[in-house]
């Protein structure tokens, strides 16, 4: 038996789907506006987590160095030039680049960052751009 031909399938498909987008605009319509602004920070927190896993994805698929802090300070400037020539080439936002620092830390140097990190949160500082530190006012 040959195909049938015509648009019997395809001008009914195209009305079930017409009929889902009405439907699905119509729900829309029907939630208060603080739900639908509620859902639309919802959907840009959930945007955001995405975009800071691809950057983390990104940034681990480059095999950054660690950081333990036993190495001394010849060791630690080298760790630093390094992580500030890999956030140069990723162009990656200062913003982002302590974040992803800090994740590189081990051991000493990690115990080191939480307790500097919690003593400049009390004092009400923030590391601003190129390590500097600034009060907020």
Do not use: H
Request: proline share 6%; glycine share 8%; net charge neutral.
């Amino acid at each position: 038996m040959p195909p049938r031909r015509g648009r019997g399938r395809t001008a009914k498909r195209s009305a079930e789907e017409s009929r889902a987008s009405d439907s699905v605009e119509g729900i829309q319509q029907n939630i208060p506006l603080c739900c639908r602004e509620r859902q639309a920070e919802v959907e840009d927190v959930t945007r955001q987590i995405g975009e800071m896993e691809l950057v983390l994805a990104r940034f681990q698929r480059t095999n950054p160095p660690t950081f333990a802090g036993v190495e001394g300070g010849l060791m630690a400037e080298g760790w630093i030039v390094q992580m500030e020539e890999l956030f140069d080439t990723l162009e990656y936002a200062p913003e982002k680049r302590l974040k992803l620092a800090v994740l590189q830390l081990r051991d000493n140097a990690q115990r080191w960052w939480r307790g500097t990190s919690r003593i400049l949160r009390e004092s009400g500082a923030v590391l601003g751009p190129k390590d500097q530190i600034l009060p907020i006012q």
